[in-house]
């Protein structure tokens, strides 16, 4: 006989909801502020911010992979879109014939450093500014407990959220 679930009860389900609807709500607003203000999506920020801090520019299509977490096709999808800009190029790898090298163009690399700014001063104005600095280290923290909790879902090598550097820490 199945048992019942052990149903959220409404201090735990406000908790959740509001969680749910306020990371889509100002994904969703940063997300629109990100494309009007520099004509980036999220996915071309997150490509290009990775490149870009990335001491020689390049990273290998499979380790770009794992840092931004996405399967193989949709980086496969994103990078074809962003070359045909003239943000980045996938190049063979010279240390491994089998595999490529996403490379940032100059151009990307103006377009990240033109959209740093405006998008660090969204994220401040619809986040960072609505809390005291004890309220961001407790969020901080939480939400660190949640990601450690959920690492132990990911494979030996694939790094979890927190053991990468957040776009908005540089252009």
Sequence with gaps: MPTEPD????REDRAWRAFRHAHHRLTA?????????????EADYEILSVLSGHPTGHLPA?????????EKSRLSHQVRRMQERGLIVREPNPADGR????????AGRRAIEE??????????????DLFTPAELETFAA??????????EDFPPGE?????RESPEQRP
């Design 7 to 10: 149903w959220l009860d409404s």
């Design 29 to 41: 607003r940063l997300d629109r502020h990100l494309l009007q203000d520099s004509g980036l999506t």
């Design 62 to 70: 499979q380790e770009l992979a794992a840092v931004v977490q996405w």
């Design 99 to 106: 595999s490529a090298l996403i490379c940032l163009l100059p």
């Design 115 to 128: 959209a740093a700014p405006q998008h660090v001063a969204n994220v401040r104005r619809n986040f960072i």
């Design 142 to 151: 939480l939400n660190e407990r949640v990601l450690h909790h959920l690492a």
């Design 159 to 163: 790094p979890a959220l927190s053991d």
